[in-house]
């Protein structure tokens, strides 16, 4: 057997401690968010029947050809995949528990995702995402609603420069007008299409508008653009959308070649894009996807979501400058003796009974040597017992930053913390 150090599987990250706790800052701002809008938290299996995603996301896109994590079941020969993304395992969440029923649904989850890609900054092959998804609504007053939802948490987190970038991909019946267009167009040029624009001009010509290859750049800014076939209602939708953001202040700019990469999209696409983050400038993106409920197995019905990864947001506030949030600790108790220990267990948790967050030393050690540990532990107070003390049912309460040591029975401890602590 190796001696070998075993190390983590690349482009998937341990959060250590230190770091955890802007995570947890974080994540309780998003609750509050979430909680302010109405949307309640929904949670899914990491491993989902591979069929899910090959369905609803596409067969020829990036990431159920080249991304997903899939694999058999050895027990009974089921072909699964840890998910890549949330939205359809949480649709298909929303049909099989018939929530959907009289019941138009706003949900939000949270967590790990996975996609086999090239690690790199703000890109990881486990990353962590918030999705919001709302169900049975058909009007753009929800697209609206979730736009604004993302202005106003980059207004809590103090995240600026970054832009709003939106665009509409119509419906079903104008986006096959629009592809039959463009396959007609490539065709005529095919001599300058590279490999992965040739691999999918019949099958996902959409694609191709996506391209970040510069020599392309020409050729697709030449293609036919999808507006000009959108059909009256799309574009009434289109608009509406567009009134009520700058009714309320909200500057975007429209991108007829923002097409998203999964194909259960339609009419709003958006993404909230950063220059900050190199490459990986998509902080949060979403949009329609009213086929998708009909596609997995359900009832027709219409649906608006969107997803944000955490890591590049975390990277956008420290890259601000926000330093890492330590966990408050208000008491480190401090122990000498066997008396001293068998009450230093009892006072600590009669401290934490009115909410007092206490670190009691363990592992033995001189005062001094305890006391170093009581400084470096950033607590408010020390709590000090030695044998004497515990013979006398007392304790000493050393203030850290300054101030007179007291000495208060143990039957006293929790009014006398009161004054120290509020």
């Given at each position: 057997m190796s001696n070998e150090t075993l190390q983590a599987v690349r482009g998937m990250n341990d959060i250590l401690p230190d770091e955890a706790g802007l995570w947890l800052w974080f994540e309780e701002v998003v609750r509050d968010w979430l909680d302010s809008y109405g949307y309640r938290n929904i949670r899914m299996p990491l491993v989902e029947p591979t069929s899910l995603f090959k369905r609803a996301i596409g067969e020829v896109t990036d990431i159920v050809e080249k991304e997903m994590y899939s694999f058999e079941?050895?027990?009974?020969g089921d072909q699964l995949t840890l998910?890549?993304?949330g939205t359809a395992s949480c649709v298909r969440?929303?049909?099989q528990h018939n929530l959907l029923y009289n019941a138009p649904q706003r949900l939000y989850y949270t967590g790990q995702m996975f996609r086999h890609e090239r690690p790199q900054k703000g890109r990881y092959r486990q990353f962590h995402q918030i999705g919001v998804e709302a169900?049975?609504?058909a009007g753009p007053d929800i697209d609206a609603e979730q736009i604004l939802m993302c202005a106003r948490l980059w207004k809590k987190l103090g995240i600026k420069d970054v832009t709003l970038q939106l665009n509409t991909l119509g419906d079903a019946e104008s986006r096959a007008r629009h592809?039959?267009?463009?396959?007609?167009?490539?065709e005529q040029h095919t001599a300058a299409l590279d490999a992965e624009a040739t691999r999918r001009l019949h099958s996902n010509p959409l694609r191709i508008l996506d391209s970040k290859n510069p020599a392309m750049q020409e050729l697709i800014a030449h293609a036919?653009?999808?507006m000009d076939e959108l059909d009256a209602e799309a574009l009434a939708h289109f608009q509406?959308?567009?009134d009520t953001l700058t009714a309320h202040g909200i500057v975007f700019e429209i991108n007829t070649r923002l097409v998203r990469g999964l194909d259960y999209y339609n009419r709003t696409v958006f993404e909230w894009v950063t220059t900050r983050l190199g490459a990986q400038g998509t902080i949060c993106a979403g949009g329609r996807y009213d086929g998708l409920v009909e596609q997995i197995g359900g009832k027709a019905a219409p649906a608006m979501g969107f997803?944000?990864?955490?890591?590049r947001l975390l990277a956008l506030l420290q890259d601000d400058g926000m330093a890492l949030p330590k966990p408050r600790v208000d008491v480190y108790l401090v122990h000498q003796g066997e008396l001293a220990a068998k009450l230093a267990s009892r006072v600590s948790e009669q401290m934490r009974d009115t909410g007092v967050r206490v670190v009691m030393h363990c592992g033995g050690g001189s005062f001094k040597s305890q006391m170093k540990k009581a400084d470096a532990s950033g607590a408010l107070l020390a709590v000090v017992i030695g044998d004497d003390e515990a013979q006398a049912r007392q304790v000493s309460i050393k203030p850290m930053q300054g101030g007179e040591q007291i000495k208060v029975d143990v039957a006293q401890l929790n009014d006398t913390l009161k004054q120290f602590l509020n």
């Open positions: 079941d050895s027990l009974n998910r890549p993304e969440a929303v049909l169900l049975g609504f592809r039959a267009k463009l396959i007609t167009y490539f036919p653009k999808l509406a959308l567009q997803a944000m990864g955490v890591e």
